[in-house]
């Protein structure tokens, strides 16, 4: 692997491990789709998403998931156990995606790099939702939901498509994010 492919490797990778701290299967399935439709390179530990089964479960999942965050309460109870797996799915997209190189250099990124952005991402929507669950007593968190499918769905596709791009939509994810939980802060800070 080249250090081209190795930056388009990272960069899609980081992209894909953000998005898993929206929802941790629509990237490992568009990832999945890509390996099987797209001739997209992953090592072993990602193969497993193109096969039959893993399609299957990993759309089935993904359906699950979404709806689920649309079940006022649930949707916070899942960002409970949500934030530990995303961290292991971000860990795994990354890693998964850097062939070629030392296991502890692949696995090494994949934990700082990967990890690192889906524990990011997941933290501060889980900011989010919390304040609107605090605003409008969980009637809100279906639009918050709705933004987070959204953001996990397009910057799925993104990456495995133009990696460059995803990488700009996950700069500005970030920092909308941000200033929708500084606000947030404030206003809690205000009360």
Request: hydrophobic share 55%.
């Amino acid at each position: 692997m080249d250090y081209m492919q190795l930056t388009i490797a990272l960069v899609m990778g980081v992209c894909l491990s953000a998005a898993c701290g929206f929802r941790i299967f629509v990237p490992l399935l568009a990832v999945g789709l890509a390996v099987r439709f797209m001739g997209l390179n992953a090592t072993p530990a990602l193969a497993w998403t193109a096969t039959d089964l893993g399609l299957v479960g990993l759309s089935a999942a993904t359906l699950v998931e979404i709806l689920a965050y649309y079940i006022p309460w649930v949707d916070n109870a899942l960002d409970t156990i949500h934030g530990p797996l995303a961290l292991v799915a971000g860990t795994l997209l990354v890693g998964g995606l850097l062939g070629d190189m030392p296991p502890a250099l692949q696995w090494g990124l994949g934990v700082v790099a990967g990890g690192g952005a889906a524990g990011a991402v997941k933290a501060g929507a889980a900011t989010v939702r919390a304040g609107s669950t605090a605003t409008t007593g969980g009637l809100g968190n279906c639009i918050v939901s709705t933004v987070e499918n959204g953001c996990a769905t397009i910057g799925s596709a993104l990456a495995v498509v133009a990696p460059v791009i995803a990488a700009v939509f996950l700069i500005l994810m970030v920092a909308g994010m941000c200033i929708i939980v500084n606000k947030i802060r404030r206003r809690r800070a205000a009360e």
